[in-house]
């Protein structure tokens, strides 16, 4: 892990604290209604989004916004994963925790894995709380509010997915690549490598030397391939979970 020194100091803090408060939510809400349960995800949901309206004003007034500020990142979609989640109905509210969960799984492990491609020197300031300081702030807590959304769906037994939930997964994931695709095209803009593969590797050779279509067909591709990887593992660990607790049952 690639962390800097003040990640080292901020990473494990954060962490223990999001335990911490993850489970002291859980035994605060563990025999309450189900609508009480909602709460804390409509709060961080809320919170995103006003951050994210907050971050879009900040760019304006200081005269430095460009399209790149605009919500087509992969960490934009969170907005819309947490929103449906938290606010929707039925299937939707059961898709928005599912894909909640997936893409905050991914969110972590590349936060500590390669914190600084994220998060930039954003721990750097936290101790510098001013307007000026606004943009690091808002990536450091928005990205890891990202990660306690998904924290707080097991902990509360919202929707969790397995690989039986491929099919109705792929759907959003999809769109929102045929979506930031096009954004990206439309404002030249390389809204998570959607336009060129600054970070793809030699699968940018498929753009560069035959279409962009191929490229983006292989983009999608290896987002397929890490959803498949992180609905198999989640199905194996709650496979698990399910024969402990049938041995305990068993030998009880």
């Given at each position: 892990?690639?962390?800097?020194?003040?990640?080292?100091?901020?990473f494990?803090?954060t962490?223990?604290?999001?335990?911490?408060?993850?489970?002291?939510?859980?035994?605060l809400?563990?025999?309450?209604?189900?609508?009480?349960?909602?709460?804390?995800?409509?709060?961080?949901?809320a919170?995103?989004?006003?951050?994210?309206?907050?971050?879009?004003?900040?760019?304006?007034?200081?005269?430095?916004?460009?399209a790149?500020y605009?919500?087509?990142?992969?960490?934009?979609?969170?907005l819309?994963?947490?929103?449906l989640?938290?606010?929707?109905?039925?299937?939707?509210?059961?898709?928005?925790?599912?894909?909640?969960?997936?893409?905050?799984?991914?969110?972590?492990l590349?936060?500590?894995?390669?914190p600084?491609?994220?998060?930039?020197?954003?721990?750097?300031?936290?101790?510098?709380?001013?307007?000026?300081?606004?943009?690091?702030?808002?990536?450091?807590?928005?990205?890891?509010?990202?990660?306690?959304?998904?924290?707080?769906?097991?902990?509360?037994?919202r929707?969790?997915?397995?690989?039986?939930?491929?099919?109705?997964?792929?759907?959003?994931?999809?769109?929102?690549?045929?979506?930031?695709?096009?954004?990206?095209?439309?404002?030249?803009?390389?809204?998570?490598?959607?336009?060129?593969?600054?970070?793809?590797?030699?699968i940018?050779?498929?753009?560069?030397?035959?279409?962009?279509?191929?490229?983006m067909?292989?983009?999608?591709?290896l987002?397929?391939?890490?959803?498949?990887?992180?609905?198999g593992?989640?199905?194996?660990?709650?496979?698990?979970?399910?024969?402990?607790?049938?041995?305990?049952?068993?030998?009880?």
């Amino acid at each position: 892990m690639n962390w800097s020194s003040s990640q080292q100091v901020i990473f494990p803090i954060t962490i223990v604290v999001s335990i911490i408060l993850g489970i002291a939510i859980y035994y605060l809400l563990k025999d309450k209604s189900e609508k009480a349960k909602e709460l804390p995800f409509k709060i961080i949901s809320a919170v995103c989004i006003l951050g994210e309206i907050t971050k879009q004003i900040y760019y304006i007034v200081r005269g430095t916004y460009t399209a790149w500020y605009l919500p087509f990142h992969f960490c934009s979609m969170f907005l819309v994963w947490f929103a449906l989640a938290a606010f929707g109905k039925g299937k939707v509210k059961k898709v928005g925790y599912q894909m909640s969960f997936i893409t905050s799984v991914g969110l972590f492990l590349a936060l500590m894995i390669t914190p600084s491609t994220i998060l930039l020197n954003s721990t750097d300031v936290l101790g510098q709380v001013n307007w000026d300081n606004f943009h690091q702030l808002h990536s450091f807590y928005y990205h890891f509010l990202v990660c306690f959304f998904g924290f707080l769906i097991p902990l509360l037994k919202r929707p969790i997915p397995t690989i039986k939930d491929f099919k109705a997964l792929i759907v959003p994931l999809y769109a929102w690549l045929i979506t930031g695709s096009i954004m990206a095209n439309i404002f030249n803009t390389n809204y998570a490598n959607l336009l060129i593969g600054d970070d793809m590797g030699p699968i940018d050779i498929l753009r560069t030397d035959y279409h962009y279509l191929l490229y983006m067909v292989a983009v999608m591709g290896l987002y397929t391939l890490a959803m498949v990887i992180v609905l198999g593992v989640i199905t194996m660990v709650k496979e698990v979970n399910v024969c402990r607790l049938k041995k305990k049952t068993k030998s009880a």
